[in-house]
């Protein structure tokens, strides 16, 4: 099959959307098929190693709004004009419900007689972008273009019943998935904690440094903590906040701020850490960085929000505790800290099912059955 991968969010953008689409395009290569990723007219930092593989990168003309990083003229253009992009394309996949690419190109894919497909990647707008404070008034606009794919793919059970607010087009459950072959569990944990310099227990975050994903709330519920590390991976607004943050905690010496890390250094942070941690405050759709740390062998405690309690609970890798909450944060910290078994046996738990149903060969082929499916019914 010839396939396009279309959204806004692809790279430089960092996130879920960026970090699903280039995974599901290196397997969709292994699996035979010609894979192009469509997107916008910048640099990505991909290009190399796209090109390395295989997979044609396809940019768009047009400005990129640096707010909202989609692309303003192709919003304002009719979607006839991305025909000439797309036409030579068996399936059409978009990413990302609510941005104007992948809206525009599931419109113009029917229009044209190709399978279209569309994954949703987001449950609500409570999101630090300011593209989310607009959408209230854009609600007719989206359930038109919703309208044209032949199915959509939602990433969690919270993901399909916020997207079927807006329409009446089939939606069906694909998760998000993880390398299991990079992100995996070691048993040479102390030697990594000494290659970072960092001793005892060791409490891991990984995400964006902003308000939503509740890191002021973890420093508040580790301060009370004794005799462990606390390692924040990450970058975004709040972090010269949770520095400050810190040292009035009087925790500074055992939080270590990592910031940005490069995707080859991240599967050896996980593998460090006895427990990981996403305090969420609103709502997540899925959460990838938890089946990383899945992966890794690592317990979960992470907030009861949007798709999360699907993964954590369904696969018993982890705690919940409700957002917000420092006491009871602390608690489920504290609780695995203190419980070698407990931690490995939701450890092990969490690797089995990320085996079993979260793995990228695993999602690849659940997704290229919908494209069978989809192009049979054409």
């Not at 959204?7 to 959307?17: E, M």
């Not at 199915?151 to 009446?168: G, L, Q």
Request: aromatic share 8%.
């Amino acid at each position: 099959m010839r396939i396009a991968l279309v959204s806004d969010w692809y790279y430089p953008k960092i996130g879920g959307v960026a970090t699903h689409m280039h995974h599901l395009a290196l397997k969709l290569k292994e699996r035979g098929h010609d894979v192009t990723i469509v997107t916008n007219s910048r640099e990505t930092r991909k290009e190399m190693e796209l090109n390395k593989q295989g997979i044609g990168l396809l940019k768009i003309p047009g400005v990129v709004s640096p707010i909202l990083d989609v692309n303003i003229t192709y919003s304002l253009k009719s979607t006839r004009e991305l025909n000439e992009f797309l036409g030579d394309f068996d399936v059409i996949h978009s990413h990302h419900a609510f941005t104007p690419l992948a809206l525009k190109a599931a419109k113009a894919g029917r229009r044209m007689g190709k399978a279209t497909v569309l994954t949703t990647h987001s449950i609500s707008f409570a999101h630090e972008s300011r593209l989310w404070e607009t959408l209230g008034l854009t609600f007719p606009i989206f359930s038109n273009y919703l309208r044209y794919p032949h199915r959509i793919i939602a990433v969690s059970k919270a993901a399909k019943a916020f997207i079927e607010h807006f329409t009446d087009t089939p939606v069906e459950i694909i998760p998000n998935g993880v390398d299991d072959t990079v992100f995996t569990p070691s048993k040479k944990k102390e030697k990594i904690k000494e290659k970072f310099e960092i001793d005892g227990k060791v409490v891991l975050y990984v995400s964006r440094m902003s308000y939503r994903k509740g890191p002021h709330v973890l420093l508040n519920a580790f301060s009370q903590i004794e005799e462990a590390a606390l390692v924040m991976v990450g970058s975004g607004e709040m972090l010269p906040f949770l520095r400050a943050q810190a040292k009035f905690l009087r925790i500074e010496d055992r939080v270590k701020f990592v910031g940005y890390v490069k995707n080859e250094v991240l599967p050896e942070i996980f593998r460090m850490a006895d427990v990981f941690v996403l305090p969420s405050i609103t709502a997540e759709a899925f959460g990838i960085v938890i089946l990383e740390a899945m992966a890794s062998g690592l317990p979960v405690v992470a907030t009861d929000v949007g798709g999360i309690p699907e993964i954590v609970m369904e696969s018993e890798s982890g705690l919940l505790v409700p957002p917000g909450n420092e006491l009871e944060l602390r608690n489920a910290i504290q609780k695995l800290l203190l419980d070698d078994k407990l931690r490995e046996r939701l450890g092990s738990n969490g690797r089995k099912a990320v085996e079993e149903r979260y793995s990228w060969n695993r999602v690849t082929e659940q997704i290229e059955k919908t494209y069978e499916d989809v192009i049979s019914r054409i």
